[in-house]
């Protein structure tokens, strides 16, 4: 049995990672009431100026319709994996790292593969395998519009240079504190409107469809995007409550364990020095 001085070493540690996690657990938590705001205010705006730009598209001539719905065949694809710039949030980023490879190496593994990642946990790990085109891992410090529209920017270009043929978003969709939905969404090109959905498109235009979609079309993918690295960042959040709460309770459990031992160990000692003291004193009677 280890001796006493040791397991009140371990006491102690376990005593300050439980204050710390329960710390982080409570500064996630803060947190996450923003970023769970911010995207469910969020969420219906961007649905329906998609559903409404994919509407217009479709009513649209073939000739007349964007240069970011051209349909050709994939030999370039290029993958944005969103990830976390820290830790300590269970398998949120394992999960799309796997995702990720899987994409890389099985599904689009006889085409031209390259990797743009949004946080530095993503980007540690791929870089080792995949083919990093860019690592935009700063917008975090400022998670602003104006930031995620320039690396939108960046896709769209690439997109209709032909440097790539399709262009696929990975993240962590917020669904609640405690469950994050892996996504995996084509951002390029963008896809025609399912035909069981219908529009209402009995509207008058000022300009005409044709420049109000070329305007509006840039804005919805920048909003897309957005609105993905947002449901990452809350899922995030969610994500070390979570882990965080389970490491706390862990060490709880932990804790109770070792004074447990503790105790015993100390009656134990305590045992042996009485049947000593005894043992002494029979031996001078003796």
Known sequence: MANLKEIRSRIASVSSTMQITSAMKMVSAAKLKKAQDAITAMRPYAD????????????LDADSGSKYSDQREVK????????SNRGLCGAFNSNIIKETNRLVFDEYKDKQVSVVTIGKKGN?????????????????????????AEIAEMLMEKFTSMEADKV???????????????????????????????????????????????????????????????????????????AMHKATDNAKDLKGQLTLTYNKARQA??????????????????
């Open 76 to 83: 370039k694809v290029l993958v944005v994996a969103i990830t």
């Open 124 to 148: 540690d790990i791929l870089k080792k395998r995949c083919n990093i085109l860019a690592n935009k891992s700063q917008v975090y410090d400022d998670l602003t519009f104006d930031n995620i």
């Open 168 to 242: 696929i978003l990975v993240y962590n969709s917020f669904k609640n504190a405690a469950t994050q939905l892996i996504k995996t969404e084509q951002f390029l090109p963008i896809l025609p409107m399912e035909s069981d959905k219908n529009v209402n498109l009995d509207y008058i235009f000022e300009p005409s469809k044709e420049e109000i979609v070329m305007q509006l079309i840039p804005k919805s993918l920048k909003t897309q995007l957005y609105k993905a690295v947002r449901d990452s960042f809350a899922s995030e959040h969610g994500a070390r409550m979570t």
């Open 269 to 286: 000692a305590i045992t042996n020095e009485i049947l000593e003291i005894v043992g002494g004193a029979e031996a001078l009677n003796g």
């Open 48 to 59: 329906k100026l998609t559903e409404l730009l994919q509407g217009l598209s479709a009513s």
